[in-house]
DNA sequence: GATATTTAAAATGTATGACATTTGAATTTG
DNA sequence: CAAATTCAAATGTCATACATTTTAAATATC
């Protein structure tokens, strides 16, 4: 055994793109301020511009920074919102790592969760949009709005749990079983009538959080066993 | 308004990538296999190798396929694990854009549900992996083999929870309160001592899912505020 | 004949130079 | 002053050459 250890040949590809995801992380670039143009950053690592490109490519793909051409284009700093939460777990429902059933039965046991916190954070700025949203459900019975008008009260809850990472995590459920349901578009009215959130935005204005709980909960519990049920007879009709 | 629709003139690259991915959610490249070399895909495809190259640099960004070198190198299609949620959590939590606070408010909320799924899917095969990791929590006080030993019993009920996207989400907030108590190293016998698990392990393996509930609600409740606390202590040294 | 060693081949990785395209801003023109 | 034009800076694409890595086959060595 030799004193020495392997030099480790790293990609400089990787090496780059790793220096910048690094800076970007330690704040180094701010939202919406760009990276060095292409031949600044050659001139700063020494590479080809080759590295440099696929580097940033990468950023790009890792959703970290978004390029645009042009005169006054180049890398900018994305916003890291949770929207990288929602795409991941979208790519791996279409990738058939995820069904159907397990969303419905995750959203089933998380969603009433949220809507007690909500409950509990609820203000009267809060209260006013949700009363909003109930008055406007029945706007519209055709797709794809009557499944947004539907559906933004779940919105309005997600967000005011005040815990970004739950109100991502249901946002993107939230997202899935509304495209199903698009997909399918069932008639609206008869399987989710206007008014069926009123009890629950109720209970969520009086700050009443185990009645939002419970009433969230059963409510989900209705309307998801009729859409796996749908899901269910599609994917019958297409064995048949 | 003329009847004409703007050509919307797509990158190539991003057209090869959005082709390759299609592929790859189609089913049509399994885990394991190669997509074609890049010589391949430039007569494919009919574009440079630049274009070819950032593509599936994108797609490995996006962690869907990985590149290997050498003479039976390629770009390999990943087995797409749920290891994809876990690190975009950790990039928002490491861009401050998401708090610590938030991670256990929202662990506390939802694994006390999980534990609760595993009690009612528990086998005796299950059973007895979990009366294994408890008896092993005491094999190591060093770090960081002790921070894996005495969160074994988490991932072993995340696993049997049969619900493939709860288990990924609470594997990911697992796998981030373990990395902050790494970094402070508290002694691990005062904040975590071993068989803190007994109790809600028996309630999994009798099946009785409320109580296993419960007693995993107190255990987090105690532990994750200590945690909470040991961080916020750390946060003011920095500050004077 | 078994075992090292060498060689060859196939794939990705990097460098370089040329040209294309996009886009905003400076400049000209009416 | 406003509209049109030109210009410049940035990214996007193409083509070619060579470097590196890795495996497998060919070859030499014992």
């Known amino acids: 055994m030799t004193p020495f250890k392997p030099v480790k040949q790293v990609k400089a590809s990787e090496e780059v793109f790793n220096q910048l995801k690094s800076a970007i992380f330690k704040g180094q670039y701010l939202a919406g301020e760009k990276l060095p143009s292409e031949r600044?950053?050659?001139a700063t690592f020494c590479v080809s511009r080759t590295v440099v490109r696929e580097s940033i490519k990468a950023l790009e793909a890792s959703g970290l920074v978004q390029i645009k051409q042009g005169a006054t284009g180049g890398a900018f700093i994305k916003e890291l919102t949770f929207e990288r939460l929602t795409s991941a777990t979208k790519d791996l429902f279409f990738m058939?790592?995820?069904?159907?059933?397990e969303i419905?039965?995750?959203?089933?046991?998380?969603?009433?969760?949220?809507?007690?916190?909500?409950?509990?954070?609820?203000t009267e700025e809060c209260a006013e949009k949700l009363r909003l949203a109930c008055s406007k459900e029945?706007?519209?019975l055709e797709y794809p709005e009557t499944v947004m008008l539907r559906s933004h009260v779940h919105y309005l809850l997600a967000d005011m749990c005040n815990n970004r990472y739950l109100t991502a995590i249901v946002k993107s459920m939230i997202?899935?079983?509304g495209r199903i349901t698009e997909e399918f578009q069932p008639n609206t009215d008869e399987i989710h009538p206007a008014g069926l959130h009123d009890v629950i935005v109720e209970a969520v204005i009086a700050g009443d959080g185990a009645k939002a709980e419970r009433e969230m909960y059963l409510h989900l519990k209705?309307?998801?066993t009729i859409t796996q049920e749908i899901e269910r007879q599609y994917r019958e009709s297409l064995a048949s």
């Open 104 to 122: 419905c039965e995750a959203r089933l046991n998380i969603e009433p969760m949220v809507a007690r916190l909500a409950a509990e954070n609820c």
């Open 175 to 177: 997202q899935l079983v």
């Open 40 to 42: 600044e950053l050659i």
């Open 96 to 101: 058939n790592q995820m069904t159907f059933s």
């Open 138 to 140: 029945n706007d519209s």
């Open 222 to 224: 209705t309307f998801l």
